[in-house]
Structure formats: structure tokens, C-alpha cells
Nanobody, 123 residues
Framework: VQLQASGGGLVQAGGSLRVSCRAS????????MGWFRQAPGKEREFVAS????????LYGDSVKGRFTISRDNAKNTVYLQMNSLKPEDTAVYYC?????????????????WGQGTLVTVSS
């Protein structure tokens, strides 16, 4: 399966952005999906995950209340809506396909990774 992330860009602090991730090669409608991010010089960190049916969403503490993960299984696509963006949200955002129907916060829960899309938040 290939994961293609898109929608990154430059946005001002306080603004919003939606990134998308489309799966091809194999449907992931039975798998949990997740988003991680990696800022320069930092480790990759968990952002959000969602279960196969759209339920069971989990969020990292730093994005809780500002970001929303969703999915459209008919389009084989998962979304991350990011509101109230802060400069510290600047990172490359990676989508990932889970091993099971629900996926957690650990990178070990995921077997497929996209190439990432860069989000830059200016102050």
C-alpha cells in the first residue's frame, strides 16, 4: 500500500489547514490510521489516530482540542483538520496505516508510512 500525504503549506499563527492522506494499492478501510509529525532536530511524535469505522479517535496532548482527525473510506482518505495553529506545530506531517482496526500512539502500531507533507506556521 502507498500513502500519499498532501495539503501542507505555510500558514500564519492562529490559522487553519487541512492535510489529507490517500491510500492506494490496497484499501485500508479495515485498518486504523494515524498522523505523526517530526520537527527539525526532534523525534517523530504522535498527533492523532482513528479507528477503521471513524470512531476511537486519539490525540496527542499538544494538539487536543485544536486538531480533528477524520476519514472517508469510500475515498480511501484520512484527513487532519488543524485549527488555532501555533509556530510549534511546524513539522513534517506523516500519515500511517495501522496493523489492526484500531491504532494507538506508538509507531509500532503502524506498518505503512507516507512520505510526509510540510506544515509551516509563521508567528
Amino acid at each position: 500500500v502507498q500513502l500519499q500525504a498532501s495539503g501542507g503549506g505555510l500558514v500564519q499563527a492562529g490559522g487553519s489547514l487541512r492535510v489529507s492522506c490517500r491510500a492506494s494499492g490496497r484499501a485500508l478501510s479495515n485498518n486504523g490510521m494515524g498522523w505523526f509529525r517530526q520537527a527539525p532536530g526532534k523525534e517523530r511524535e504522535f498527533v492523532a489516530s482513528i479507528g477503521w469505522s471513524g470512531g476511537g479517535a486519539l490525540y496527542g496532548d499538544s494538539v487536543k482540542g485544536r486538531f480533528t482527525i477524520s476519514r472517508d473510506n469510500a475515498k480511501n482518505t484520512v484527513y487532519l483538520q488543524m485549527n488555532s495553529l501555533k509556530p510549534e506545530d511546524t513539522a513534517v506531517y506523516y500519515c500511517a496505516g495501522g496493523r489492526r482496526s484500531y491504532s494507538g500512539k506508538s509507531r509500532d502500531d503502524y506498518t505503512s508510512w507516507g512520505q510526509g507533507t510540510l506544515v509551516t506556521v509563521s508567528s
